[in-house]
T-cell receptor, first 108, second 114 residues
């Protein structure tokens, strides 16, 4: 079976750093995606981790530990436009399973 | 511009009616997917197609049907057998079928059944 856990909601202050965690238990693993989704819009791709470690892309970084079934998305220098839901998704050979998403609210 | 289009953005139907949601892509992608999104739940896979004239059921296929007669089109029909059809429906595509890759999503259709 597939089980993906991430916090439902988080609040952070503009300019700060926030870490959104994702733990997973899945049958088969090819990689882990992070998507950003603004309310009422389509998800947009942020990152895809296949190997253990940290990958940095501008203000966003994503970390993966396959042995622990754990990933996090790190957002630095938060901006108001970062208020959105962040979806963790695990890929196996033919299928991608999504978590419920973490709704991040950035406050002034 | 290349991309995925879904129309309409908002759709209202009476209970008991079938309704078809369109999804078109001009990315030349082989694989296409339909997801349903409900509050408090992750995206759930309804159907997917890795190649023209072939498709497989996802996790929640009951009450839905699809066709893939053309590479660029993957319409989803929500039938009267679907007990809770009101939801946000997302179509996505990937370059190749048979392996996971970054999914490109359409803008979504919000279906409300009255």
């Amino acid at each position: 079976g597939q089980n993906i856990d991430q916090p439902t909601e988080m609040t952070a202050t503009e300019g700060a750093i926030v870490q959104i965690n994702c733990t997973y238990q899945t049958s088969g693993f090819n990689g882990l995606f992070w998507y950003q989704q603004h309310a009422g819009e389509a998800p947009t791709f942020l990152s895809y981790n296949v190997l253990d470690g940290l990958e940095e892309k501008g203000r966003f970084s994503s970390f993966l530990s396959r042995s622990k079934g754990y990933s996090y998305l790190l957002l630095k220098e938060l901006q108001m436009k970062d208020s959105a839901s962040y979806l963790c998704a695990v890929a196996n050979y033919q299928k991608v399973t999504f978590g419920i998403g973490t709704k991040l609210q950035v406050i002034p | 511009d290349g991309g995925i289009t879904q129309s309409p953005k908002y759709l209202f139907r009476k209970e008991g009616q079938n309704v078809t949601l369109s999804c078109e892509q001009n990315l030349n992608h082989d694989a296409m997917y339909w997801y349903r999104q409900d509050p408090g739940q992750g995206l759930r896979l309804i159907y997917y197609s890795q190649i023209v004239n072939d498709f497989q059921k996802g996790d929640i296929a009951e009450g839905y049907s699809v066709s893939r007669e053309k590479k660029e089109s993957f319409p989803l029909t929500v039938t009267s057998a679907q007990k809770n059809p009101t939801a946000f429906y997302l179509c996505a595509s990937t370059p190749e079928g048979g392996r996971t890759d970054t999914q490109y999503f359409g803008p979504g259709t919000r279906l409300t059944v009255l």
